[in-house]
């Protein structure tokens, strides 16, 4: 249970979050803790310690906090660190649970399924969502920042965001952006930004007749930016990207934050639609200076 105290310290916030290494280092959403003037940490047997924010992603909504307190001797135990799933490896159907704080309701352990995946919320004010977990396990206030884990206790997803407005509707960022964020940070202390150099736009149903496509998805390359991954190699305009590694990609949004969870100077492997013809065509992802 995370308690972030805004600059005023008129009132406290709260959400939750998950250890990911025995000398204290924690995940949670940015959100949870964003204009926090003390980070304390509450864990599942009561002890509390002060921590401080380590390093974020705010478009992705993902921070990471690390335990500072003259109290705690990096004295985790090894069964209180989360073990980290593979989110790519979830089917559409296959349950999950969902652990948080919710209305401040601490420990509370949800069930559901994965009702799709690939979900775009669009932006916020402060975050980007897309390629979201969607779930119909009970996410209320409070579950933020918490861990979605598979039936083998991995974890999945980030729980992050609901839809007020309906019933199992909780929305979670794929863990893998989150594997992604931890390696860059451990790696060169910040967070990269993986790019390919396109300007892309969604695939309507009108553009697929013109391009010989069966289905209206996939992104369309509306321009390929000179001396980047993209042009280097052979990607040109109206290309439409269908899949990224194997993974289907439905729209522009979802290319966006596919790519993201892809290490700087890693190969990927891309199919196209060229006039009709798929290509499959490899690019070495560069660093977005």
Known sequence: LLHPLPQSRTRSGEGSGFIISQDGLILTNSHVIRNAAE????LSDGRKYNAVLYSENPLA????????????EDNLRAEQVAVLGNSDQLKVGEWVIAIGSPFSLQGTVTAGIVSAKGRNLGKGK?????NLIQTDASINPGNSGGPLLNLDGEVVGINTA??????????????????????????????????????????????????????????????????????EAGLVARDVILSINGHDIQDKDQLIYRIQEIPVGQIIKIEVSRQGKILEIEAELADKK
């Open 39 to 42: 980070i304390v940490v509450t």
């Open 61 to 72: 909504d993902l921070a990471l906090l690390r335990i500072e307190d003259s109290l705690f």
């Open 162 to 231: 609901i839809n007020p407005n309906g019933q199992g509707l909780g929305f979670s960022i794929p863990v893998n952006m989150a594997r992604r964020m931890i390696s860059d940070v451990e790696q060169f202390g910040v967070i990269q930004q993986s790019w390919l150099g396109v300007a892309v736009q969604d695939v309507t149903q009108n553009i697929s007749v013109h391009l010989g496509l069966e289905t209206p998805k996939g992104a369309i390359i509306q321009q390929v930016m000179k001396g980047t991954p993209a042009q």
């Open 126 to 130: 402060h975050h980007s969502y897309g």
